[in-house]
């Protein structure tokens, strides 16, 4: 079945405890996306990739890292995690560059840092 | 700076129909996406709209009008399966790549 795979699902965790959130998919994408929803703000990006080894700065990057070694894997890294971190986070993918108006989901992450 | 408004929450009756606003300010937009979310669930893609006019995909439907930085979505013969939050997401290019911007989503709520 194609998808997008993200663990842990929920994760509860205290303030400065490195942690990493991981997301694969198997429809072999180009693209792929971090973004966190908190509510009344819809879907904020938080990173973004092109390609392997090609990552860049979405609208929220602090706090944050990624990484893109192999095309299917693109993890998201909170080094020190922060309450303001706290949210519902989503991975997504896309076939291609060209084709980021259709994205397709993983089924998030819900991270408390407290 | 791009920008992109949508009303919070919308009522509407089982079998009706019912339209969903997205206005939006940007440069560089290349097109408006729309997508559903189910309490508790991720987005799904639903349409893209690249041209003004309108596009059909069964019950849906959805609207562009660049002169007027405007879209809607539409949704007919109302289903209870639709009480969803819907969201509009303009495509524009930032650092020579295509990107999203989202806006804060509609919660649609039907009434038997």
């Known amino acids: 079945e194609a998808q997008v795979t993200q663990n842990p699902r929920y994760l509860i965790t205290v303030t400065g405890k490195k942690l990493t959130v991981t997301c694969s998919q198997n429809m072999n994408h180009e693209y792929m996306s971090w973004y966190r929803q908190d509510p009344g703000l819809g879907l904020r990006q938080i990173y973004y990739s092109m390609n392997v080894e090609v990552t860049d700065k979405g609208d929220v990057p602090e706090g944050y890292k990624v990484s893109r070694k192999e095309k299917r894997n693109f993890p998201l890294i909170l080094e020190s995690p922060s309450p303001n971190q706290t949210s519902l986070y989503f991975c997504?993918?896309?076939?291609?560059?060209?084709?980021?108006?259709?994205?397709?989901f993983g089924p998030g992450t819900r991270l408390t840092v407290t | 700076g791009q920008s992109l408004e949508q009303p919070s929450e919308v009522t509407a009756v089982e079998g009706a129909i019912v339209q969903i606003n997205c206005t939006y300010q940007t440069s560089g937009f290349y097109g408006l996406s729309w997508y559903q979310q189910h309490d508790g669930g991720a987005p799904t893609f639903l349409s893209y709209n690249a041209l003004d006019g309108l596009e059909e995909t069964g019950r849906f439907s959805s609207f562009l009008s660049r002169s007027d930085s405007y879209g809607y979505l539409l949704l007919q013969e109302l289903q209870m399966k639709d009480s969803a939050s819907y969201f509009c997401a303009v495509r524009f290019v930032r650092d020579s790549n295509y990107q999203l911007i989202w806006g804060a989503g509609t919660k649609l709520i039907i009434k038997p």
């Open positions: 997504a993918s896309s076939p291609y560059r060209e084709s980021t108006y259709e994205q397709y």
